[in-house]
């Protein structure tokens, strides 16, 4: 009975050789990751404790037991935590494969790093398999998510402190300590987020700085109409998303936001889908971006609805220098004369990108276009 008991889940607690120490080191991590991330729940661990398993290597030999379909990414954090977070890719039997290419049992991984810390697309959660990595990947788009919510939560209060006549620095106020431990926090940057978040009304907050902070009354009156303004300087999905029923162009001057846990959930004006919402005006912003301190890290694509050669050449020959075009590809045709094409090119920042749609705009070519962020 005792030998049966042995081969359950924690067998290897009984062990004498280094796998106790292994596995108990896996536990460890696993539970730590539970305790500081929202993302990795309990059933991870009952999952992930049951999965089979894979056998990799490291270059010395060195073994590492990680679930099956299991990818490079997962391998990197087990290595350790700065190893994942600066994983570009591996090697693996001469080739150079993707962070988030599968593993195979028996590969021998040489993890690829970069100099600095990579900022990893969101769809790559959903590929890794092991708490760690994934707890490690939930962690760093909180921390991006919330630089950007801070910012909007400090703005949209300064705004709308100045609306109804109080000070900014009314927030300097001897009592402030009292207004941010009756909403359970310990730092003003924390009220910022919770705004920016949408987790707290701004008309509460206000409410509550006006008789904590501010003798109970204010100079002006509840404001209405207009939302508050915002200028951001990334598109990072994690923090900012496009909606996919009106798809805002973030170079327009007649976008919106709602502020979500998620981000913010950006929207054209006049959107009809928006328009139906509700929601109170501090619940929204107006949005715009600095455009030319607004970096573009993927490649674009622009579909050209129908075009002879001799019009798409020209089109592309007249474009503005900056754009570094990728790739043109005849995609079907309406004609033998007039095919649609398939146009791939960079842009750095939106400013430039803002040139090259208008660019097309002028050349009255039809096109489609929708900002891949």
């Not at 924390?190 to 206000?206: A, C, M, P, S, T």
Request: one cysteine or more; hydrophobic letters at 35%; a positive charge.
């Amino acid at each position: 009975m005792e030998r049966r008991a042995q081969r359950g889940l924690f067998r290897n607690w009984s062990s004498q050789t280094k796998k106790q120490g292994r596995f108990i080191q896996e536990i460890q991590e696993m539970f730590d990751v539970i305790g500081s991330e929202d993302s990795v729940s309990y059933r991870d661990v009952i999952a992930a404790s049951g999965k089979k398993e894979i056998y990799t290597y490291t270059p010395r030999g060195d073994l590492l037991c990680l679930p099956v379909r299991s990818t490079v990414l997962d391998f990197a954090f087990r290595v350790h935590t700065e190893v994942g977070h600066t994983c570009l890719g591996a090697m693996i039997q001469n080739k150079r494969l993707p962070a988030e290419h599968l593993l195979k049992d028996g590969d021998m991984v040489r993890i690829i790093r970069a100099d600095k810390l990579i900022r990893f697309d969101q769809e790559i959660l959903g590929l890794c398999k092991t708490p760690r990595s994934r707890g490690e990947l939930a962690k760093g788009f909180r921390i991006r998510r919330r630089k950007v919510t801070k910012e909007v939560g400090y703005s949209m209060l300064k705004q709308e402190l100045l609306r109804y006549g109080i000070p900014f620095d009314v927030l300097e106020n001897e009592d402030l300590p009292a207004l941010l431990d009756h909403y359970s926090i310990e730092f003003l940057d924390e009220l910022y987020v919770k705004i920016g978040e949408g987790r707290l009304r701004l008309r509460d907050v206000i409410e509550n700085i006006k008789i904590r902070l501010f003798g109970g009354e204010s100079p002006l009156v509840m404001p209405t109409g207009a939302f508050n303004k915002i200028e951001l300087t990334t598109l990072d999905p994690v923090s900012v998303k496009l909606s996919s029923c009106c798809r805002p162009n973030p170079s327009a001057k007649d976008n919106c936001a709602l502020l979500t846990e998620k981000g913010l959930s950006v929207h054209y004006k006049k959107c009809e889908r928006f328009l139906k919402l509700n929601f109170q005006r501090e619940d929204a912003v107006d949005i715009s971006w600095r455009t030319r301190e607004t970096n573009i890290r993927k490649k674009q694509v622009l579909y050209v609805l129908r075009a002879t050669r001799k019009e798409i050449m020209d089109v592309i020959a007249g474009a503005p220098e900056e754009m570094e075009m990728e790739g043109l590809q005849i995609l079907s045709s309406y004609s033998q004369s007039q095919p649609a094409w398939e146009l791939t090119f960079k842009a750095s920042n939106l400013y430039i990108l803002q040139k090259i749609i208008r660019h097309f705009d002028k050349s009255n070519i039809p096109f489609e276009f929708y900002l891949d962020c």
